[in-house]
């Protein structure tokens, strides 16, 4: 087991059975690691096309969204840009389709404004085949690093 998994008791159980069954029975095991492993390879890079109260409730059109990869409700982003804005609060994130389903939504954020870059990270697994060109928008490039 590699140190970076060490925090993951239950790897070491698994494997643990894992072993025994192979030893056991000659079962051989093919494992798909899908998110756990790769989703920290992936990150995606967007800008604010839009932003603004509207109902009582901030608003943020992104230049992506699900045609670009943008599929995990819990991804995590960082702002690359803050353009004079320290205002907290809930955001609620559309893409650049502005069609009336909620991306995801986040609490406790800076408010995000128009031209501000955010980095979207954990991207990894699936955002790259689910990606496509969608109403004529072009997927993400992409940039091994």
Known sequence: ???????????K?????MRKIVKDMKIRFYVE??????????????KVLSS?????KYFVYLDSGKPSGL??????YEQLSLLENNKVGKVYFYGPT?????????????LPQIN???????????SVCYANNFHSFKKPEIFYI
């Open 1 to 11: 087991m590699q140190d970076k998994y060490k925090d993951y008791k239950y790897f």
């Open 116 to 126: 501000d870059i955010l980095c979207f990270k954990n991207l990894g697994a699936y």
């Open 98 to 110: 502005c069609d009336n389903s909620v991306l995801f939504e986040k609490e406790n954020v800076n």
């Open 13 to 17: 159980e698994i494997n643990e059975f």
């Open 71 to 76: 599929i995990n409700k819990k991804c995590e």
């Open 52 to 56: 603004g109260d509207r109902n009582n």
């Open 33 to 46: 690691p899908g998110l756990y492993i790769v989703n920290s390879a992936g990150y995606l890079v967007s």
